[in-house]
């Protein structure tokens, strides 16, 4: 059964960089079945896609995000990394990371979120 | 950016009946919907893929539709455990959007 976990830190200051990381179990992400993704949730924006990293590194970003986006893959942890700079208070949100299928060309398997908060 | 459009935002409705929830898409999406089951303080799960395709493991009594760019989630016999909130996205084209949602609630 494939399992997604987020972690990092839970309180990012203004203008700093939030690095989350998800721990991937039961498939490699070495496998080109999925891409690997990472959504926010917020009760003013909704859900959020941010992007998504394909197993060969290749990376499709949320152009809304203005270039503050850097997705990353560490194939010896078995784990994938969001890295969000500049951030500020509309950061605030659950952020997911999730498994994008080839086939179904839905988001399949979620992490249980993380809340990252934005304040000083 | 496509903008997806759920309604209603909210419904009330009854153990046992058919319930209708509609996703409208700004543009062209051919059939690439999908409907998401989102409960509170959980992750949302896919239930149909492809705008009537069902994810592995969902009831039956789930479908979707297409006509057009107007998708319709149905469920044909509510159960306690449906009551949720449902969001609609689009897998068509970068970037991917969600609809704002509709809350089912328990009349």
């Known amino acids: 059964q494939l399992q997604l976990q987020e972690s990092g830190p839970g309180l990012v200051k203004p203008s700093e960089t939030l690095s989350l990381t998800c721990t991937v179990s039961?498939?490699?992400?070495?496998?080109?079945?999925?891409?690997w993704g990472w959504i926010r949730q917020s009760p003013v924006r909704g859900l959020e896609w941010i992007g998504n990293?394909?197993?060969?590194?290749?990376?499709y970003y949320n152009l809304s995000f203005k270039n503050r986006v850097t997705m990353s893959l560490d194939t010896s942890k078995n784990q994938f990394s969001l890295r969000l700079n500049s951030v500020t208070a509309t950061d605030t949100s659950v952020y997911y990371c999730?498994?994008?299928?080839?086939?179904?060309?839905?988001?399949?398997?979620w992490g249980q979120g993380i809340l990252v908060t934005v304040s000083s | 950016d496509i903008q997806m459009t759920q309604s209603p935002s909210s419904v009330s409705a009854f153990v046992g009946d058919r319930v209708t929830i509609t996703c409208r898409a700004s543009?062209?999406?051919?059939?690439?919907l999908v409907w998401y089951q989102q409960k509170p303080g959980r992750a949302p799960k896919a239930l149909i893929h492809?705008?009537?395709s069902l994810q592995s493991g969902v009831p039956s009594r789930f479908s979707g539709s297409k006509s057009g760019t107007d998708f319709t989630l149905t469920i044909s016999s509510l159960q306690p455990e449906d009551f949720a909130t449902y969001y609609c996205?689009?897998?068509?084209?970068?970037?991917?959007?969600f609809g704002q949602g509709t809350k089912l609630e328990i009349k």
């Open positions: 999730a498994t994008y299928g080839n086939e179904t060309t839905a988001f399949d398997y």
């Open positions: 039961g498939a490699s992400i070495g496998t080109n079945i999925y891409y």
């Open positions: 990293i394909y197993y060969n590194g290749n990376t």
């Open positions: 543009q062209d999406i051919s059939k690439w």
């Open positions: 492809a705008a009537s």
């Open positions: 996205q689009q897998a068509n084209s970068f970037p991917y959007t």
